[in-house]
């Protein structure tokens, strides 16, 4: 009766009878390990703290799909339902564009690693109950590289002009040598994107697979990777990124970006590993510019990824700085609109302020150093706190101007939904510090936001609340208190 209705609820969600037949293929091994699951489970668990969602996983990659999709059903569920609608009206695609998408231009270029782990997660999903299927979780998966790379690539080909744009979020940097107070490297991030989703940006992964290095990053329900890029495995090898905004290229034949950066992480021992794991079949999508430390060596390294165009830049003393502004003029002038005259830009402002907080905490960037980096909120342009669109902590939503690049409208209810900072120290016991909502501004109540902005009653149902939560610490084997 267990598989009977196993085999139902794929068939009504609306799966072939083909796509069951391989997602059985699957799941009948873990299905059938134990009538309970119980098997399947061992060794997972999950708690929460401070608004995060922590969860350890471990085993195969059937396994470490399984417990996945079975510890965070509920959120991806949720997840699922508020992204359906939410890329309908920015994207004018809707749900079904992307599944097809998901099935024909990325699953065949996914190693069969991942396509068991992401089967998993279905499997994991239909214990408990939850009507999604393979291509709903590629989808999912596809979040950044398909609505905003390969939508305008499309658009292109159809010679339309493009109805989205390469987002412009997130703030980081990486610093070594005579930057740092003890002359090892210091990482830091903020994510930023929209709240409905960014309310959701929650989760604390600890990752222990059968191969490659063990792995603790933030991460979004249902997603292999972190997806904002900051996490450490077990080789000391550290990561974090901001987009490239205004980016404009896309290969369809190449492999998924949200594939290759998970198994990066997973696989490399150096910054050589990562970036030619990255490179490997680059498709262009979620195109980043990469900070990357080895913790190992203290080198850190700005590897720029475009499509056709990369650059690696390495230092054992000095720093590097991201906020979604391109820094290889070749790369610029081939794969992007980016104007780097435009010193108003969001960009551009927060470069400046990135080279003003790095001359000011020169030789005394430590992590409480870095978490207040993260949480500024100083305009270079209005000579002034904000936060705002040109902030490195920022609120578009309190914000008359809003961002341009981004296309998001006025008061736009978007900006800095989290922070992680993360030091060699840390790095050596994989722990990281995190902070859930916008560190540089009270919280976000979407009831109050959806009352003074009607124009956005759109994202009704769709809008959390969204608390500024404490710095917490996260490591590996974490347990909850008693």
């Not at 209705?5 to 391989?22: F, M, P």
């Not at 060794?43 to 608004?51: A, D, I, K, L, V």
């Not at 920022?394 to 992680?420: H, I, L, N």
């Amino acid at each position: 009766m267990f598989l009977y209705d196993k085999v139902r609820l794929l068939i009504a969600s609306g799966e072939s009878v083909k796509n069951t037949l391989l997602v059985l293929f699957v799941a009948l091994p873990l299905l059938v390990t134990t009538s309970r699951g119980d098997d399947l489970l061992k060794g997972s668990y999950r708690f929460e703290n401070n608004g995060w969602i922590y969860v350890h996983l471990e085993g195969t990659p059937d396994r470490l799909g399984y417990q996945h999709g079975y510890l965070l059903s509920a959120e991806i569920d949720d997840l699922l339902r508020i992204l359906k609608p939410f890329l309908k009206h920015t994207t004018k695609r809707d749900w079904e564009f992307y599944r097809a998408a998901a099935q024909r231009i990325l699953w065949p270029k996914i190693d069969s690693e991942y396509q068991r782990e992401i089967d998993g997660i279905v499997a994991g999903l239909m214990a408990r109950k939850v009507k999604a299927d393979r291509w709903d979780i590629v989808a999912l998966n596809a979040l950044e590289e398909l609505p905003y790379y390969y939508v305008p690539w499309l658009d292109k080909q159809k010679r339309r002009r493009p109805s989205t744009k390469s987002p412009g979020n997130c703030s980081a940097f990486v610093a070594t040598g005579s930057y740092t107070k003890d002359h090892r490297i210091v990482i830091a991030h903020n994510n930023w994107t929209n709240y409905a989703t960014g309310s959701r940006w929650n989760i604390v992964f600890d990752l222990k697979p059968e191969k490659g290095f063990r792995i603790l990053m933030d991460g979004l329900p249902g997603v292999i990777t972190s997806d904002d890029d900051f996490g450490v495995n077990s080789r000391g090898i550290m990561i974090t990124e901001t987009t490239i905004t205004g980016f404009e290229l896309f290969d369809p034949n190449g492999s998924p970006e949200f594939y290759r950066s998970r198994k990066a992480l997973q696989y490399s021992s150096s910054i050589d590993d990562y970036v030619g794991i990255m490179l490997d079949q680059n498709n262009g999508g979620y195109a980043n510019d990469w900070l990357i430390g080895d913790n190992k060596t203290g080198e850190i390294a700005l590897f720029e990824l475009g499509l056709k165009e990369h650059s690696v830049r390495r230092t054992k003393d000095g720093y590097f700085a991201g906020a979604n502004f391109p820094v290889d003029p070749k790369l610029i002038k081939a794969e992007t609109n980016f104007d780097v005259n435009n010193p108003m830009s969001s960009p551009n402002a927060r470069r400046t302020r990135w080279e003003q907080l790095m001359a000011e905490y020169k030789g005394k960037i430590d992590i409480e150093a870095a978490k207040r980096m993260e949480a500024d909120s100083y305009d270079v342009i209005e000579k002034e706190p904000g936060p705002d669109e040109r902030s490195l902590c920022g609120c578009v939503d309190q914000s008359p101007r809003g961002v341009p690049e981004w296309e998001w409208g006025k008061y736009f209810p978007g900006g800095t939904v989290q922070a992680k900072a993360m030091d060699a120290t840390m790095a050596e016991k994989m722990q990281l510090w995190a902070a859930l909502g916008h560190p540089c501004a009270p919280d976000f109540v979407a009831a109050d936001f959806l009352k003074q902005h009607p124009e956005y009653g759109w994202m009704r149902g769709l809008l959390r609340d969204m608390k500024t939560q404490p710095w917490t610490l996260f490591t590996i084997g974490m347990k909850p208190n008693p």
